[in-house]
């Protein structure tokens, strides 16, 4: 479990620039940090539908594991980009549901293509 913790802790390091930045959007522009898929998609129909996933900013969509003892679970990524699995580093087409490895010390999270602000292969 120390491993785990040790491994989320660095993560959370690695993105003290996207969040400063993210800060800088809330202040300055009135932007959530925490967002609704619909709220970067408004396009998408079927991501104002989707309420077990949210974007940490415009970038990062994270997929929390919502039922006990799950090892993986369906991700829906939005939009028309293509999404990478920060976990595997497999790219994605948006638009579409894909199952997400995810044990215990595995939180999926998916970014956009170029947009992983250095943490893949964290996760």
Sequence with gaps: ???????????????????????????????????GLFYEFPE????????????????LLVAPVVEANAEARDVYLPG???????????CWKGGQIVRAHAPLDVIPVFAKEGRSHGIQGMI
Excluded: N
């Excluded at 998408?44 to 970038?59: K, R, V």
């Excluded at 028309?80 to 497999?90: A, H, I, M």
């Design 1 to 35: 479990m120390e491993s785990v913790i040790v491994k989320y802790i660095k993560l959370r390091e690695s993105l003290r620039p996207y969040l400063r930045e993210l800060f800088r959007q809330a202040q300055e522009e009135g932007q959530p940090l925490v967002r």
């Design 44 to 59: 998408d129909e079927t991501a104002h539908s989707i309420g077990d996933e949210y974007l940490f900013g415009p970038d």
């Design 80 to 90: 028309e980009c293509e999404w990478v699995e920060l976990s595997t580093g497999r």
